[in-house]
T-cell receptor, first 114, second 115 residues
Framework: QQQVKQSPQSLIVQKGGISIINCAYE??????FPWYQQFPGKGPALLIA?????SEKKEGRFTISFNKSAKQFSLHIMDSQPGDSATYFC?????????????FGKGTHLIIQP | DAGVIQSPRHEVTEMGQEVTLRCKPI?????LFWYRQTMMRGLELLIY????????DSGMPEDRFSAKMPNASFSTLKIQPSEPRDSAVYFC?????????????FGQGTRLTVV
């Protein structure tokens, strides 16, 4: 059973455009929702994260929007740049923020065209 | 700190052979995770440790897989005997429990190919 569903699988955006990646979860006990960024040949690295007590979190060009009632959250990349080309994973965890294993979405391969 | 260190970076082995993957977590981190990444299944949690003790190994696919953490600075993931379907990138990650959330720091992974 896939607990975190991510879409789209791949995405091509023109430089300067907005990239949007969506995730939906099933487990209402999840209370921590990070996004990870992975470049080829590297491990995933934390990009930005949100807790369900807020509806939006912004860090630079990256914004997470969170809809608790719909059990959905999304990543928006404003003014997308070629350097943003990577695979993006949404994830979720529960148990009060303890470091139990993250459940990951299957990833979105993002390409920013110059 | 050099981050999470995994070895080897690449491993090619023949079916039936034993494979051992190694991980050195970030000093001071008390959680260690092993993940497997494939195109079909994405990132799957195999097992995780807290203070060197295995907490949840429900993601370990079969008895052929085993993991140990003999001390706070070293962990191994062993596959015996290996099969072609075990081919994947295996990641080790470590984290420190924090109030606001938990950032898991990943190593660069071991790309395993079983022929």
């Amino acid at each position: 059973q896939q607990q975190v569903k991510q879409s789209p699988q791949s995405l091509i955006v023109q430089k300067g455009g907005i990239s949007i990646i969506n995730c939906a979860y099933e487990n209402t006990a999840f209370d921590y929702f990070p996004w990870y960024q992975q470049f080829p040949g590297k491990g995933p690295a934390l990009l930005i994260a949100i807790r369900p007590d807020v509806s939006e979190k912004k860090e630079g060009r990256f914004t997470i929007s969170f809809n608790k009632s719909a059990k959905q959250f999304s990543l928006h990349i404003m003014d997308s740049q070629p350097g943003d080309s990577a695979t993006y994973f949404c994830a979720a965890s529960n148990r009060g923020g303890g470091a139990d294993g993250l459940t990951f979405g299957k990833g979105t391969h993002l390409i920013i065209q110059p | 700190d050099a981050g999470v260190i995994q070895s080897p970076r690449h491993e090619v082995t023949e079916m039936g052979q034993e494979v051992t993957l190694r991980c050195k977590p970030i000093s001071g981190h008390d959680y260690l995770f092993w993940y497997r990444q494939t195109m079909m299944r994405g990132l799957e949690l195999l097992i995780y440790f807290n203070n060197n003790v295995p907490i949840d190994d429900s993601g370990m696919p079969e008895d052929r897989f085993s993991a140990k953490m003999p001390n706070a600075s070293f962990s191994t993931l062993k596959i015996q005997p290996s099969e072609p379907r075990d081919s994947a990138v295996y990641f080790c990650a470590s984290s420190l429990v924090a109030v606001l959330g938990t950032e898991a720091f990943f190593g660069q992974g071991t790309r395993l190919t079983v022929v």
